[in-house]
């Protein structure tokens, strides 16, 4: 069986505390988001939620109040030093930083400077820092594993910001928009940069409402109250699971022959496409017509994932053309045990088979962040792991430990 998944419902906008009141609206732990907020701006915001309607329908509106005068704009240098040495558990602060560090690469293309010079404003300020933090803090509470959201209404007119008059969608909600399917859906700003960051970086692809075996739902509400449109994010959380004739999962392989493309770029290519959700992402090399050096660049994902996953790797690379074959997949379940270690917590990924480990391995970025952080070579965090991996029970044909998570 698979792991949660949560779709969200964005047909009618998406803010950051919109989606944080639907998750605590299906009943994620609302003193679990405090504290994740507390750890990384302590005693600078009170957040509390409350039950109200929109156009006649419940939901839960969070509202978060900062407790002091001064509300600072910082860089993304700065809360991400934030982030990083916060006490946050460690899918909390990936989701975090995950969103950030998208939200900081759109500003920098919107604004043509490097992501570190990026000074936000209005998501710089603590309001927003409490929405991304306290929206990963209730996916962790939730155990959420995956997440696919709806087509996303953006809105239209002109709004006034830190930036001046500007067009719905904003130029940061236009780039982080970037692969998915984007709709006027009425007048105003509906999806604001916060939102469409925690979209574009969390969820693996924009799909309709997937077959689910619902286990719970809720609704976060907008500030608004339009007569006639509920001005509300929804989302639904159950298990999903696709299965072809054989009993594997049915999946895609998507490929394109790449032969005018800076090499240099393939890495970042193969890092994004992965952090859209695709299961896997690689690189071929091939001889093509006239004797040219080129490369086939291959994707394995779900079917419902393929348009998302097509337009980016038609948008990252020189393609124009991009080939699609439906394969089944077997794959052996994974889930996650957080390991100790000198420099912290390293995530293992545990792969299973009847309640027995068949394989442990140390979540790469986990490593190269902590020794980042200590100022250490990887390998050295690579072999406090791998000498605490025994002793911890986390080695081929040792019984499947009980606090393994479901695989993020």
Known sequence: MTGLHAWIDASAGIAGDMLLGALVDADADLDAVRDAVHAVIPDSVRITAWPVTRAGQRATKIVIEPLTASLPHRHWTDIRAML????????????????????AAAEARVHGIPPEEVHFHEVGALDSIADIVGVAAALHALEIDTLSCSPVAVGSGR???AHGDLPVPVPAVVELGTGWQLQAGGAGELTTPTGMALVAALCESCEDLPSLALLASGAGAGTRDSPGRPNLTRVLIGRRAETGDDGGESAVVLEANVDDFDPRLWPSVLTSLIGAGAADAWLVPIIMKKGRPAHTLAVLARPDQSASLRALMMDQTSTIGVRETQVSRAALPRGWVDLEVEYGSVAIKVAHRDGVIWQATPEFDDLDRLAARHGVPVQRVLDQCRAAMPPAGLVSGARLPEQLRPRQ
């Open 84 to 103: 990083q040495a916060a006490a946050l558990a460690e899918p909390v602060r990936g989701h975090a930083l995950k969103t950030f560090e998208r939200l």
């Open 159 to 161: 709004i006034t910001t």
